[in-house]
């Protein structure tokens, strides 16, 4: 089966921009998650959706920070106004619910760099 | 307020050697436990996959155990190889079936391995 696929791979950006990240999860995984990555840190979620539904975004900087997944299938996450903190890999995953046991497929993140 | 830390942050070994990584949590009320790797610049690879019920897996030259009542897990690696420098992650799994925090992973902040030749 085919992974998570994420867009751009790369993205440098002025402070106070904004900016957008794209995903599109395994065929017919319903769960999908955006994690924040700070260098030299794990991955902190950031947002979970079930379905086109929001699970959980309770550690969404909701003030500047924007996700929505239309359909149920891709995901964007969106930035409007970055700031420099917000320097990170994105990485979006996904789940299966039909396969409670199987773990998480990650996709290769987007490398945000706000200067 | 579930806390995931791993030992020791960077580990330099030279090739052939057994290594182990290190993994505790502060809730045992896991529902699974997952070891991942992470190529720089790349995403995460799924390595292992224990479930709470389980004590341990096996892949290869890799070895995953779960000690969930003392909140501990380990990732064994064989014979390593040059190949295998990468930063290793562990992530628990809630085990709650309902709420706003089902299914989330929470990470350690990852070990770096680095095997010379």
């Known amino acids: 089966e085919a992974g998570v696929a994420q867009s751009p791979r790369y993205k440098i950006i002025e402070k106070r921009q904004s900016v957008a990240f794209w995903c599109n999860p395994i065929s017919g995984h319903a769960t999908l998650y955006w994690y924040q990555q700070i260098l030299g840190q794990g991955p902190k979620l950031l947002i979970q959706?079930?379905?086109?539904?929001?699970?959980?975004d309770s550690q969404l900087p909701k003030d500047r920070f924007s996700a929505e997944r239309l359909k149920g299938v891709d995901s964007t996450l969106k930035i409007q106004p970055a700031k420099l903190e917000d320097s990170a890999v994105y990485l979006c995953?996904?789940?299966?619910?039909?396969?409670?046991?199987?773990?998480?497929?990650f996709g290769s993140g987007t490398r945000l760099t706000v200067v | 307020k579930q806390e995931v830390t791993q030992i020791p942050a960077a580990l330099s070994v030279p090739e052939g050697e057994n290594l182990v990584l290190n993994c505790s949590f502060t809730d045992s009320a896991i529902y699974n436990l997952q070891w991942f790797r992470q190529d720089p610049g790349k995403g995460l690879t799924s390595l292992l996959l224990?479930?709470?019920?389980?004590r341990e897996q096996t892949s290869g030259r890799l070895n995953a155990s779960l000690d969930k009542s003392s909140g501990r897990s380990t990732l064994y690696i064989a014979a390593s190889q040059p190949g295998d420098s990468a930063t290793y992650l562990c992530a628990v799994r809630k085990s709650s079936a309902g709420g706003t925090s089902y299914g989330k992973l929470t990470f350690g902040q990852g070990t770096i391995l680095t095997v010379h030749p």
């Open positions: 995953a996904s789940r299966s619910l039909d396969r409670i046991d199987y773990g998480y497929t």
């Open positions: 224990i479930q709470s019920s389980q």
């Open positions: 959706f079930q379905n086109n539904g929001v699970v959980d």
